[in-house]
Structure formats: structure tokens, C-alpha cells
């Protein structure tokens, strides 16, 4: 079993910056990729970035060049750096952890998530 709790949500202007934590219980979480989504008001969750074991990395196309994740094992960390903030970025950020590896499916847990809201 795995547990996270994101930090780091916050209200902040377009174009400023924030940057989420993920926090994970346990002893393997070297062992499973993380993930962030986010979901909107009215909007399905959708992917956001992707960091593998082994640390590659996966983003969707509209934070391709803004966000950054990234990964610390020994603090069983992971984050978001987000720059260049967009008001529709403006969502509840989750993350997730995966056993599979399969970018952007089969999460196996979830955190509650943190509000991210960006003001024009």
C-alpha cells in the first residue's frame, strides 16, 4: 500500500510560478513511476507528466517547455515545477503512482489532490 499527499497549491498570477510536492509512504517507491494529472471544474481529469523508474519523463503538449517533473528517491519525493502559469492551468492536481509503468494509464494510487489557481 501506498500513500501520497500532494503540497505546494496556491493561488498566483499568470506567468508566476509553483511548484507541487508529492510525498509517498513506504519503502518502494523507488519501484513505481509517478505521475501528476489535474482536473478542471466541469473537465475530465487529464494527464500531465509522467517520470519513469528509471527517470525519464512524459509531458502533454500544453506543458511541454513549462513544467518539469522530477523525482527525489531518498526523500520519496516527487514534484512539479510549473513556470510561465497559464489561467488554464487552474485545476486540482493529483498525483499517482504506477506499478505498469504505462504512461498516462493504470495508476494503482492516488493522492486527494492540491488546488492550483491562476489568476489573469
Known amino acids: 500500500q501506498v500513500q501520497l499527499v500532494e503540497s505546494g497549491g496556491g493561488l498566483v498570477q499568470a506567468g508566476g510560478s509553483l511548484r507541487l510536492s508529492c510525498e509517498a509512504s513506504?519503502?518502494?517507491?523507488?519501484?513505481?513511476?509517478m505521475a501528476w494529472f489535474r482536473q478542471a471544474p466541469g473537465n475530465e481529469r487529464e494527464f500531465v507528466a509522467h517520470?519513469?523508474?528509471?527517470?525519464?519523463?512524459y509531458y502533454t503538449d500544453s506543458v511541454k517547455g513549462r513544467f518539469t517533473i522530477s523525482r527525489d528517491k531518498a526523500k520519496n519525493t516527487v514534484y512539479l515545477q510549473m513556470n510561465s502559469l497559464k489561467p488554464e492551468d487552474t485545476a486540482v492536481y493529483s498525483c499517482?503512482?504506477?506499478?505498469?509503468?504505462?504512461?498516462?494509464?493504470?495508476?494503482?494510487?492516488w493522492g486527494q489532490g492540491t488546488q492550483v489557481t491562476v489568476s489573469s
Open positions: 499517482a503512482a504506477s506499478s505498469r509503468g504505462v504512461v498516462g494509464r493504470s495508476y494503482d494510487y
Open positions: 517520470i519513469s523508474r528509471s527517470g525519464n519523463t
Open positions: 513506504g519503502r518502494t517507491f523507488s519501484t513505481y513511476a
